[in-house]
């Protein structure tokens, strides 16, 4: 049974300003719940209803876990048909440091489903560092959160000022424009920072200016564009191949 | 001014039932209207605001339209935020027949938005030939029509049963699958087949032993998946590249 002061503090996660207000966020639906529960990010508080109990009780040991009914779930979950668990955890903190390897840059994506999907892609494709400018979307959005089915567990993300960022970096920078060059005739260096940009605008002129290398994926056909995400997949993808 | 009449028709047409009665689909949105009018779909009938017609008065001369406020277009939309246009367009019919070149062929893909994504990228990829499922989500539905941008116009699609399609080719079939060959390794021939199946089951047991060619794309991190639209679209990448 949720107490009615549990149901305002769950509806209340769905909103950014109670987020940043409590470093807090929520992780719903089962798959992301149990993502979470094998994970080391640390666990306020895990409602479940008795059949997720039953299913995962090996998860559940040690959790400060409270039962409820599905009906009691649904009405507090703000994504669309969870019936099994809702968590309520802490945000990570992450410090900027050092980082090797592949790291990826948003320039103001604004879509909290596009963010989670990317972020779902970086783990696919092993990317560890997601750079984030300010406007980028938030990562504890409950839509985002849920679209990264679980990765959201393991990319680290970072929200900081990107062009300071970028202007410290000496490694190559690509950024993705409809004008580039081909990223089938690209080859992908070890240490490297992708940008995208936003949905509307794509990377802005101040980010541009820092961009070392300008990269676009083929058209062979008609349409106007890429989504983003889509974007960041096939870019994502055609690195990892000319890198091995 | 819509009247009650026009009122229920636009309604009832976000319905698949009214769709396959009236053989007719509604296309929704300033890109996607736009879009229409520049293709050869044959219109049945065309709501825009004053905004709109103004805007894009040299498309409209000889055009069966009616001014509405936006207020009375945005009731009647099956898509959000739409504040342009609503078209009735007469679905068009293809026949199956000689198809060079990639054709791609969905074996249940279920999500209306995954499957207008699909389109989209085929018409990115300069794919024009698409074979459906009979249980693949339905071209004209909204959600459909919205996620492709505009592609429904250039892209054709067939619908059909897709086990007696393709076991009437000749030509090499991939199919994606997590456990196929990388296809970082593979050339894509000029002519084939490529499937794609449902969201949660992936290509049938009936339709996998009819793929010549299992394919997969390479995983470098952890996540699970990869969304079938995304899946999609690192594929046809990967095939273009290798055909080029």
Known sequence: MLSKNQQKTLKALATKKERRLTGQFLVQGEKNVLE???SSLELVSLFVT?????KHFKFLATRPIHIVNEEELSKVSSITSNNAAIAIVKQPVFELGEM????LAL???NDPGNLGTIIRLADWYGIEHLVLSQQTADVYNPKTISATMGAFTRVKTYRTDLKAFLNKQSKPIWGAFLDGQ???DCSAPTDMIIVLGNESHGISKEISELVTD?????KYGQSESL???MATGIILDNVRRTQS
């Open 182 to 184: 081909s990223i089938h």
């Open 36 to 38: 979470l529960l094998n």
């Open 50 to 54: 008795e059949t997720f109990a039953d």
């Open 100 to 103: 090797s390897g592949v790291v």
């Open 227 to 229: 989504n983003v995400a």
């Open 107 to 109: 320039d103001d994506v």
């Open 214 to 218: 300008k990269i676009t994926i083929p």
